[in-house]
Structures are given as C-alpha cells and as structure tokens.
C-alpha cells in the first residue's frame, strides 16, 4: 500500500479491528506477538493503529483456519505471500500437504464412525442386558489406573 492510500484509510483501534473481523483483541494481541500479524504502527500517544492490511491478514488466517491449518503454516503462507518469490508452487506445495493430512483424518474419522455403529447396533439388538460399550470402556480405563499404579 502507497503512503497516499495508506493516508486516505482509517486508523483502527485494536477493538475495531477485533469488531470489523469478528476477532478476539486478545487473539489479535497474540498474532501480534506471534509475528502472524504485521506490527501496527503507533500513535503519538503509543496507541497501536491498524489498516486495512491488518483486517486482510486477519481475515486470511480466520479462512485457513478454519480449513484446518496451523497457525504455522498461516505464518508461512503469509511469508510467501510477502516475498513474491515462487510464491505459487510453493503455496500449491502447503495446500497439497494440507491436503494429505486431512485425507489421513478422514480416514480415521471414518474407521471411528464404523466402530460407533457398531457398538450403537450392539446395544439396540439387547437393550436391556446393560451397555457393553460403556462395560468395555470402563474396563480399559481401570486396566489403565492400575497399571499406572504399578
């Protein structure tokens, strides 16, 4: 951003910002902190003023969170994207990683359901003999604590 458009654009207050990109003030102290989030510059009076930059970079690390990236690796996409050196192979590169990581957890995701239904069909075929489930796992955290003790 030019310092004639950077002049034109309102200053926002840490509780601005934290209002217009739906963030937590402490979530975006910690960012700060974290060098995620750009430093802002500072008022005469020490006041940290954001921009519009601080609300894309805030907005950016909400979306790929939520898609299930680290805040490291928002970190280092954000890098990329500040370098301009080949930032698109190397982005392709995290997303294609990413990509792997969440096959892996869909497939334990769905190895886990197929375990629920089947202990759900277990206690809906003898509905009042008790819950083997919950007689499974209660046995398994008291082989846990007494092993422990051991």
Avoid: W
């Amino acid at each position: 951003m030019n310092t004639k458009t950077h002049a034109r654009v309102k200053a926002l207050t840490r509780g601005e910002l934290a209002r217009l990109t739906g963030c937590n003030a402490e979530t975006i102290r910690y960012h700060e902190t974290q060098g995620v989030l750009p430093a802002p510059r500072r008022a005469e009076n020490g006041c940290r003023l954001y921009d519009r930059r601080h609300i894309s970079v805030l907005n950016f690390i909400r979306q790929f969170r939520d898609l299930g990236f680290s805040l490291n690796q928002c970190r280092s996409l954000l890098r990329l994207e500040r370098d301009h050196s080949g930032q698109c192979q190397a982005v392709a590169n995290e997303i294609n990683a990413h990509i792997e990581v969440v096959e892996e957890r869909i497939t334990v995701l769905k190895s886990v359901a197929s375990t629920l239904r089947a202990a759900a069909r277990k206690c809906s075929i003898e509905p009042n003999a008790g819950c083997h489930v919950l007689d499974a796992l209660l046995q398994v955290d008291a082989d846990k604590s007494s092993g422990a003790k051991s």
